[in-house]
C-alpha cells in the first residue's frame, strides 16, 4: 500500500501593527487588491490543504476590506507581544489531520505559488522536519515546519519568530533552492512598499491608483465593440469562460447575442452556461432574433453529439451568411480547441475564423507560466516548442509567450488583416502572475514594437464579475479609469 501523503495546513501570519510602516500595511494595495488578499489568493491556489489566517490589529478592519471565504480565521488578541503569539494561535487551529504547517507572512506578496508547491512536495518526499526556501543561497520565508516541532514552538515568546526553533531543530533543518527572489522581500518601511510598486513595469499602473480608476472593470468597460460585429474566441485557458462573460455583458446592455463555434465545444448545460435559447440544425433562416426591447442570448450549432458531450459548429462561410441574414447585435464565435490546457500553439488548420470576424480574442492562461512544457500545460507542445525554440519539459517563459503573440503561426495565426486583436492574459488570481501578466501586456503593446498589430491586452481573472485587473493598449500604456474616455 502506497504511504499516505502528508497534508500540509498554511498559516499566514497578519496580526501585527507595522509601526515602521506607519498605516495598516496588510491593507496596502498592490495589483489591485489589499497586500494580504494577495498571499491569501497565492495560499489557497497552491496544494496546501487548508488555510488559516491570524489576524490582530484592525482585525475589524481587515475582515471588511479582504474576502476571508474559504479559510480559517482566528484573533490573536495579544498580538501586541509579538508574533510568537500569532504563531501559538495559527499551530491551535490546525485541523487534527494536519502533519505540518506552512507559516507565511501577510506582508509578504512576492511568494509565488510554485514556492509553496515546491516546498509541500520537499517535505512530503523526505523526513527533515523544517524546511526552508533559498534563493541565491540565502534562506527565506516562508518556513514549512514539521508537528513534532511545534511543542518547542509553543514555548516560543516575544516577537522571536521561529528563530529559536531553528536551532534547536538545526540537524533536521533543510534549505530548499527556490527560483524566486520574492522569499526575501516583505513590506515594514514606507521605503519597502515603493520598492514594491517599482516591481511593476515602467508605465504601468498599478490598479489600484488613481491612473487605473481605482480597482477592476467589467469587460465592456475595456473594450467597445460596433453592432452587427462577429467576435472570434482562439486559444486556451479559459476562452469559453471569456466568450461567455462577453456573452452575458452584452445580454445586460441590450444586445441580442448569437453564440456557436466552427469547430466544437461542450453543451453549455455541462458547465452552467445561462442562455435562453439552444437552436440544433443547419437551417440557418430561423436564426432570428427575439423580438423586443431586452437583450437575449442564442447558442446554435449543426449537431449536438451526446456521446463526446459537445455541440458542432459551422463552417466559416455559413457564419458570414449569419451575419448577413440574420440580424444578431453580435455573433461570438468559439474558432479553435484546447483540450482544457491553460496554453496552446494552433495547427495549420487552425483556427477557422470567418472572413467577417471584426475582432479576434486571443486567449492565454497565465497559470501556464513556469509549468513544464508537456501536453498537460500546453495544447500542441511538440508545435509550441518548434514555434517558440523552447525545448519539451522546459518551464513556460514570458519570451515563450510573446513569440507566441507576435508569430505569424502563433496565437492570431489567419487573423484576417482587418481585424482588430486584443489579448486576454486569464488567470490573473494571484500578485505573481497579475505582475507576470502585467510585464506581458506592457511588452505586447509598447510604441514601436514587433508586436504592434495587437491594440490591447487585458489582464483577466475570469471567474469574478468584473474580471479586467489591467488594460494596457497601444496608443497608451497607463490605463484610464472608467468614464475617463
Request: proline share 8%.
Amino acid at each position: 500500500m502506497a504511504p499516505l501523503m502528508k497534508k500540509v495546513a498554511g498559516v499566514i501570519l497578519a496580526a501585527g501593527k507595522g509601526l515602521r510602516m506607519g498605516q495598516t500595511k496588510q491593507l496596502l494595495p498592490f495589483l489591485g487588491i489589499p497586500v494580504l488578499q494577495g498571499v491569501i489568493n497565492t495560499a489557497l491556489a497552491s496544494e496546501l490543504d487548508d488555510v488559516i489566517v491570524v489576524l490582530g490589529y484592525e482585525r475589524q478592519t481587515i475582515r471588511k476590506a479582504v474576502d476571508l471565504s474559504g479559510v480559517i480565521v482566528v484573533e490573536n488578541v495579544d498580538y501586541h507581544q509579538g508574533q510568537a503569539g500569532s504563531l501559538k494561535a495559527g499551530i491551535r487551529a490546525l485541523p487534527p489531520a494536519s502533519s505540518g504547517a506552512l507559516f507565511l507572512l501577510g506582508d509578504q506578496p512576492l511568494v509565488d505559488v510554485e514556492t509553496i508547491n515546491h516546498l509541500i512536495h520537499a517535505y512530503q518526499a523526505g523526513s527533515d522536519l523544517i524546511l526552508r526556501p533559498a534563493f541565491a543561497g540565502k534562506p527565506g520565508n516562508p518556513t514549512l515546519m514539521d508537528r513534532a516541532v511545534f511543542p518547542q514552538l509553543l514555548a516560543q515568546s516575544g516577537d522571536l519568530g521561529g528563530r529559536g526553533v531553528f536551532r534547536y531543530f538545526s540537524e533536521r533543518t533543510r534549505e530548499v533552492p527556490v527560483q524566486q527572489a520574492g522569499i526575501h522581500f516583505d513590506l515594514d518601511t514606507p521605503a519597502d512598499y515603493a520598492a514594491l510598486l517599482n516591481q511593476l513595469p515602467s508605465g504601468v499602473a498599478d490598479p489600484a491608483s488613481p491612473a487605473s480608476g481605482g480597482g477592476r472593470w467589467r469587460l465592456l468597460e475595456r473594450f467597445h465593440p460596433k453592432k452587427n460585429s462577429v467576435i472570434a474566441f482562439v486559444g486556451a485557458g479559459g476562452k469559453t469562460s471569456a466568450l461567455f462573460a462577453f456573452a452575458g455583458e452584452m445580454k445586460e446592455k441590450g444586445f441580442h447575442v448569437l453564440v456557436t463555434t466552427t469547430t466544437a465545444m461542450f453543451h453549455p448545460d455541462r458547465d452552467g452556461w445561462p442562455y435562453d435559447r439552444l437552436l440544433i440544425g443547419r437551417d440557418i433562416s430561423r436564426l432570428i432574433p427575439p423580438v423586443g426591447g431586452s437583450g437575449s442570448l442564442t447558442i446554435t450549432a449543426a449537431v449536438s453529439d451526446p456521446e463526446s458531450g459537445k455541440i458542432r459548429g459551422f463552417t466559416p462561410e455559413v457564419i458570414d451568411a449569419m451575419q448577413q441574414q440574420a440580424g444578431f447585435d453580435m455573433i461570438l464565435v468559439e474558432a479553435d480547441g484546447s483540450r482544457g490546457c491553460p496554453l496552446k500553439a494552433p495547427a495549420p488548420y487552425e483556427p477557422v475564423l470567418p472572413a467577417s470576424t471584426r475582432t479576434v480574442f486571443g486567449v492565454i492562461g497565465l497559470d501556464s507560466l513556469g509549468k513544464p512544457l508537456d501536453e498537460k500545460t500546453v495544447h500542441r507542445s511538440l508545435l509550441f516548442s518548434q514555434l517558440t525554440g523552447l525545448d519539451l519539459n522546459q518551464p513556460v517563459s514570458q519570451d515563450a509567450i510573446q513569440i507566441l503573440l507576435v508569430s505569424p503561426r502563433g496565437l492570431f495565426k489567419d487573423t484576417p488583416p482587418t481585424a482588430e486583436r486584443i489579448v486576454i492574459l486569464n488567470k490573473a488570481d494571484t500578485p505573481e502572475r497579475l505582475l507576470e501578466g502585467c510585464r506581458i501586456a506592457y511588452t505586447a503593446c509598447r510604441r514601436n514594437s514587433p508586436v504592434s498589430e495587437i491594440s490591447r491586452v487585458l489582464v483577466c481573472e475570469m471567474r469574478h464579475d468584473r474580471p479586467v485587473l489591467v488594460a494596457v493598449t497601444r496608443s497608451t500604456t497607463p490605463v484610464r479609469g472608467p468614464g475617463e474616455g
